[in-house]
């Protein structure tokens, strides 16, 4: 064993005396104060207090007497009737003092006043050992209560997986939809915290004006089975998984997918809805999900709206209508009294709704199918309605008004040309599908950051990924306002920043001011379609009259609320946002009927019908929102600005002449 060995330090000797050192003979030193009383007695109350238990209680007993016994005394000395003896005084006092501190306070031999102590502390430590522990329990039960760890025991609620940007538009949007049917409630389960989670959605469903509805927020990860056991997937009326807003978001997805098969289980069928964010993600997303689930891929709907909004001028906005639960959405109807009718007559006989189309039983979705197709056992019918309460229908179709538009010949239509400002992974897939319908492209590079996050994946049109942007925004900008002669058709498309900047909106942003500058500069409008991935971001965007913003994440999360509601519009959608086929489409009023018409909407409708398009509304000139199924009806005269929002296929559309449209 190492015996410790004591040494002594010699004293260290100064070459020279210190600069504040008093000098000799300049009077005594100053007196050195010492730290105020209330500093001291901080620290000995700490230095008493990390020595232990025993010692605070030690403690707290003496400070109690020596408040206790004084005022005990101080009461019985000065009560008139109170002993007269001394030691009848000292045993009042006792008394008084076990009664205050609940010690008994019996008096007698000393055997007998200890058993009364012996056993007032017993009791004591019982009372205070039961209080500490109901206390505990209570603190443990709010504890967890709010940090969102205790079970959800609700049936056909929805139930949404994980946090994005799309969360706080998906849970309004489900409030909406359970307020419609007055029962249920909307649960969310992801890795924060719980109180921020309230804070922000129930700021959302107040907004919205949803108060009805339970809202349930817990804690924990999605992909953990022992968390999502806790929120009661089985009993879920609908599940919505959504990525989150990290660089393996779409892994996330995956192993949530398979924890949700994990709890559910092989034989119970839940309806789920899931989304990934690139798209080569989305088959093996499915084969997570099982048969039955529905998989969206958000970076391909959001290519395709973007590439809608170019193609249709304000069809931004009537996507955010058609998509939300606020006014007109897609209902499915099953109506056996109807079996046998045309989609003409079905079109007709519908008072208060738009007829969009039919579902097979399949679940094969038939939107605006040629007029000659009938009502078949176990089809279904998709309207256009405010609510999911059944349209009402008559009996007996009208008569079918005649057409008044003129008769139309194929015109051929103008060179179209779109400049495209920035690059993300989704532009690759907008240059190709623009370039399919007819749109010649030219790319830009984006607006030069101070400190660019270089991208090789991302190879834009123009010139390889690995050469330094040449020109920066702004110049664009400018080069779009000052082009020679552009036509009504000539856009620009400003993409959003690369995912892996901190805010890819930066781009969009300070794009939207160069062409705004350049706007003013030029004097000549510039119709620009704008993507921004944060919706918080759209008041900050300095649109002009010719600008559309679209903000992909907030129409997926639309998306993904109505399919979870209901299951048989998932192809349908999926058919409307393909790059072909029957689409959501903006056509000037006077393609249907002369210009001054005074007709109702109903008219309106009978004369798409003739052109091979469903009539959904309509949106006023000089207006940017849109009316949907408005009332049947009602007459107004119709005018050149005037745009009819109708379901129809790239073909029809050939057969109809371009005329000049209502600037966005």
Partial sequence: MREE??????????SRPAADAPRAGSGPPPRRLGPPLRDRTRYWIDRTVVKG?????????LVSLAVVAPASALLVWTDSRSPDTVQGKLETVWRTIGQTLRLGGEVGPPLRIA?????ALVSLLYVSTLVGLVNTAMTDRLTELQRGQSTVVERGHSLVLGWSEQTPTLVAELLAAHAQRRQGAVVVLADRDKLDMERELRAVATAAGVRRVRLLCRRGRPADPAALARVSPAAAGAVVVLPPDTPEADTQVVKTLLALRAVVGEARRVR?????????????????AGPGAVVFDVDGIAARILVQCVLEPGLSLVLEDLLDF??????????PGLVGRTFTELRAACVDACVVGLVRPDGSPLLNPPPRTTLSPGDAVVVLSEDDTPPTWTTTPPPTPPATNPAVTPHPAPPRHVLILGWNRRGQEITEALTHNGWHTTQEHPLPTPNPTPNPTLKP??????????????????????????????????LSGPEAHADPDEYTLVTLLQLRAAERESGRRIPTVAELTDAHHRPLAPVGPHTELVVGGRLVGLLMAQVSQTAELAAAFDELFAPVGNGVRLRPATDYVPHGTEAPFATLVEAA??????????????????????????????????ALIVVTSTDALQRIPPRPRPSV
């Fill in 5 to 14: 060995c004591e040494y002594t330090v010699p004293p260290q000797r100064t």
């Fill in 53 to 61: 238990m025993t010692a605070v209680a030690g403690w707290l007993a």
């Fill in 115 to 119: 058993l009364s102590v012996l056993l």
């Fill in 272 to 288: 789920v809805v899931a989304a990934v964010r690139q798209t080569r993600h989305v088959a093996t997303a499915r084969l997570a």
């Fill in 326 to 335: 606020a006014g007109a959405e897609l209902h499915v109807h099953r109506v």
């Fill in 461 to 494: 049109t123009r010139e390889p990924a690995s050469t330094p942007s040449p020109a920066p925004a702004p110049a664009s900008a400018q080069a779009a306002a000052q082009a020679p002669a552009p036509t009504p058709t000539h856009h620009v498309l400003v």
């Fill in 609 to 642: 019908g003739l052109q091979g398009a469903t009539a959904l509304g309509y949106r006023p000139g000089g207006s940017r929102i849109p009316l949907l199924n408005p009332p049947k009806n009602g007459t107004r005269r119709w005018s050149h600005e005037d």
